[in-house]
């Protein structure tokens, strides 16, 4: 990574004193810039205190629905062998679970069910990348993962307030600019940087991330189970393919990508980047060649901008902005291995797509092993949905810690120096927490979630009390302390009700 230092920027804040015009000039711009920042700061501030309980909420729900839909699609399974001989049909096969036409054949009455299918033996169909001239041999999905060599900056700001020699205070805000350049897998506009020339990001993207999945994967020695794209989708891991043949690499060095040429042939491609070439280690790469114009007039706006001096950063640079790179994932079936997959049987024929439940929860899983079993695709469903909870609440406890910072104190060091606004910090921090995930649960689960979300929401609630009354806080701790009570005493009289209610729904 390429390391620059950029400009030190000095903003004059107002004084309560009188100054010449030029000072004027400076302190009303310097500060109508601050101004600015803070309303942008603050903006921002607003929209990720909205933003992250919003993030909980959706995630609640997400584990939710896996959880209801693998409970759901556990009672319905039906198991396929694609390597063995077909079963026959039973003397009375259970109607599929909906209305399906009328079909023959070994599979027909399994028509419309959710079908777990294994096979040792696996033909995916060919998957490549045109562009480049590649192809990937049994991958069911390939990840075409683009990277761009790009400017980035950074900047530090200390507040400091002096006094003139009239007494008069001034707030004086230094901001201190830096530049990293290194390799993203995202392009950054440099027009808004401090220094937009002597940092300029060409913008070019000739061949962006793309993923692409084969079009179906034949399961069984002689293919009699099908499983289309939309199963495949779901393919994981992509491992990085950091090698390839010498014949992959003779189709590649005619294929788009390493012959694309601006002046047809052998130049430059017409954004200004060089004809992509493969350089090792899985990374194909196209260097940004800027014009003459091009350069001439980067060097007089470095002028203006007082950006010409040579730096450790500029002669020890692995890569030039604009420079672009490219590399390949893949979810490939090892040989002898197989694969499993999870979706609904689409004909008699062995097709096989996507399930929907009852609740439109979408299914469709697919392992690169045969000896993955259903359970075990169903315990992975489940659990990427709770660690993609588990991540939010803890984004949420860091969310409620910082605006129970903020809200302590405009000093965060303040506050965790003085012991009564750090206990009250961390209470608030903890009631906000408490609220946010209570308040999640209770929208997501409804009734069913009450004692839980109500004890949390009134330990949150207890406590903002006891905060804004630090005197009020043995009062307000013992009611709180009465209230959990109750409710951890209520709580299995309603589990014992619900149950009971759902035993008769039952019955009847």
Not at 134 to 139: D, G, M, R, T
Not at 267 to 281: K, W
Not at 300 to 325: I, K, N, T, W
Not at 492 to 497: E, G, I, L, V
Request: hydrophobic content about 45%; glycine content about 10%; aromatic content about 8%.
């Amino acid at each position: 990574m390429a390391f620059r230092s950029g400009r030190r920027v000095v903003f004059f804040g107002g004084g309560g004193g009188s100054t010449n015009g030029s000072n004027t000039a400076s302190s009303s711009a310097g500060g109508l810039a601050a101004s600015a920042g803070r309303l942008l700061g603050r903006t921002v501030v607003a929209l990720a205190v909205a933003a992250v309980p919003a993030l909980l909420v959706y995630s609640e729900h997400s584990f939710r629905e896996a959880i209801l839909a693998v409970r759901e699609a556990r009672q319905i399974l039906r198991h396929i062998d694609a390597d063995a001989p077909p079963p026959p049909p039973p003397a009375s096969a259970d109607p599929p679970p909906y209305d399906a036409p009328a079909e023959s054949g070994p599979l027909a009455h399994l028509v419309g069910s959710l079908v777990h299918v294994s096979s040792r033996h696996v033909a995916p169909r060919l998957v490549s990348d045109v562009d480049f001239g590649l192809e990937f041999p049994a991958a069911v999905k390939v990840a075409r993962v683009t990277e761009y060599c790009q400017w980035q900056e950074h900047f530090t700001e200390d507040s400091v307030t002096e006094t003139d020699a009239n007494g008069d205070e001034h707030e004086t805000i230094v901001r201190r600019y830096y530049y990293t350049k290194g390799w993203h897998s995202y392009r950054i506009p440099s027009i808004f940087f401090d220094q937009p020339v002597a940092h300029h990001n060409p913008q070019r993207d000739p061949f962006p991330s793309s993923t692409i999945v084969a079009e179906y994967a034949d399961f069984g020695i002689d293919g009699g189970v099908r499983i289309h794209a939309d199963v495949l989708a779901s393919a994981t891991p992509l491992r990085p393919q950091r090698s390839f043949t010498k014949a992959q690499l003779t189709d590649f060095s005619s294929s788009p990508a390493a012959t694309t040429s601006g002046a047809g042939g052998g130049g430059s491609t017409s954004d200004g980047g060089s004809p992509f070439r493969y350089v090792g280690g899985g990374y194909f790469l196209s260097r940004y060649e800027a014009s003459a114009a091009e350069q001439l007039l980067k060097l007089a706006g470095r002028y203006l901008e007082g950006s010409l001096d040579v730096q450790l950063g500029d002669l020890f640079s692995f890569c030039a902005a604009g420079d672009v790179r490219v590399a390949f994932d893949a979810t490939v079936v090892p040989a002898g291995r197989g694969a499993a997959a999870i979706g609904r049987l689409e004909s008699a024929s062995g097709d096989v797509g996507v399930y929907t439940t009852s609740r439109n929860y979408k299914i469709g899983l697919f392992a690169p092993d045969a000896s993955t079993s259903a359970a075990e695709m169903f315990r992975r469903v489940v659990s990427r949905a709770r660690w993609y909870l588990l991540g939010a609440r803890a984004l949420v406890a860091i969310w409620a810690l910082i605006v129970a910072t903020v809200w302590t104190s405009s000093s965060p060091a303040a506050a965790v120096a003085d012991p009564l606004r750090r206990r009250r910090m961390v209470a608030r921090a903890a009631g906000l927490f408490a609220a946010a995930v209570g308040g999640s649960s209770l929208v997501v689960r409804g009734p069913a979630a009450v004692p839980v979300s109500g004890a949390m929401l009134a330990a949150a609630g207890t406590a903002a009390v006891a905060l804004a009354d630090p005197r009020a806080d043995t009062a307000v701790a013992l009611f709180a302390a009465r209230v959990a009570a109750s409710l951890r005493r209520g709580a299995p009289a309603a589990a014992a009700a619900a149950a009971s209610a759902s035993a008769a729904k039952k019955n009847s």
